[in-house]
């Protein structure tokens, strides 16, 4: 089973500041999901990736495959950005669909 | 366009009840996941399918059992509820597996007293 820990568990920032969320698992994967889930508890999904980096709007994901690490950055941070953010490190055994392992989430407040 | 949609949002059961959930998606999506969501815990998977008429195990099983008579739609049965299934039950889906998006419905809040 893949470990998952995501650093911090919990941040407060102020508006404008630029925003870093780690991500570490234990097994190698095939691809890792950053999901937000919202403070009235739906989820999204904000990216996939398997290498490199990917860069939505202020939101950037960055993977380095061989250190089994992910960032999550957020630029110029907004408080519409407050909410839980989830690492999901993506595994297939050839078993099934059941790939997915997912860290217990970071909470992000941030302050106007 | 509805994406996934859960029903029912709330739910309170007595110890001993059963329920069904359902989950339905018209994004055509081949596979089809039951989360639970547990204070201090990562999502963690139940049941899942990848097609029609096929279903499998997830990490926490037990309690429940699930059907997908339809492609469109995946149903999560608790037989007989006990305190412990009290939590948030999310439904996914997804057009194929792990390294495709997830969509997620809205979540179930599940009260077993």
């Known amino acids: 089973k893949n470990e998952v820990e995501q650093s911090p568990q919990n941040l407060t920032a102020q508006e404008g500041e630029f925003i870093t969320i780690n991500c570490s698992y234990s097994v190698g994967i095939s691809a890792l999901h950053w999901l937000q889930q919202h403070p009235g508890g739906g989820i999204v999904s904000l990216f996939m990736l398997s290498s490199g980096k990917k860069k939505h709007g202020r939101l950037i994901a960055t993977i380095n495959i061989q250190e089994k690490h992910s960032s999550l950055h957020i630029t110029a941070s907004h408080p519409r950005d407050s909410a839980v953010y989830i690492c999901?490190?993506?595994?297939?055994?050839?078993?099934?669909?059941?790939?997915?392992?997912f860290g217990k989430g970071t909470h992000l407040i941030i302050q106007p | 366009n509805a994406g996934v949609t859960q029903t029912p949002k709330f739910r309170v059961l007595k110890t001993g009840q059963s329920m069904t959930l359902l989950c339905a998606q018209d994004?055509?999506?081949?596979?089809m996941y039951w989360y639970r969501q547990d204070p201090g815990m990562g999502l963690r998977l139940i049941h899942y399918s990848v097609g029609e008429g096929t279903t499998a195990k997830g990490e926490v099983p037990d309690g429940y059992n699930v059907s997908r008579l339809k492609k469109q739609n995946f149903l999560l049965g608790l037989e007989s509820a006990a305190p412990s299934q009290t939590s948030v039950y999310f439904c996914?889906?997804?057009?194929?597996?792990?390294?495709?998006?997830?969509?997620f419905g809205p979540g179930t809040r599940l009260t077993v007293t």
């Open positions: 994004m055509n999506h081949e596979y």
């Open positions: 999901a490190p993506a595994y297939y055994s050839g078993g099934g669909a059941d790939g997915l392992t």
């Open positions: 996914a889906s997804s057009y194929s597996r792990e390294a495709y998006e997830q969509y």
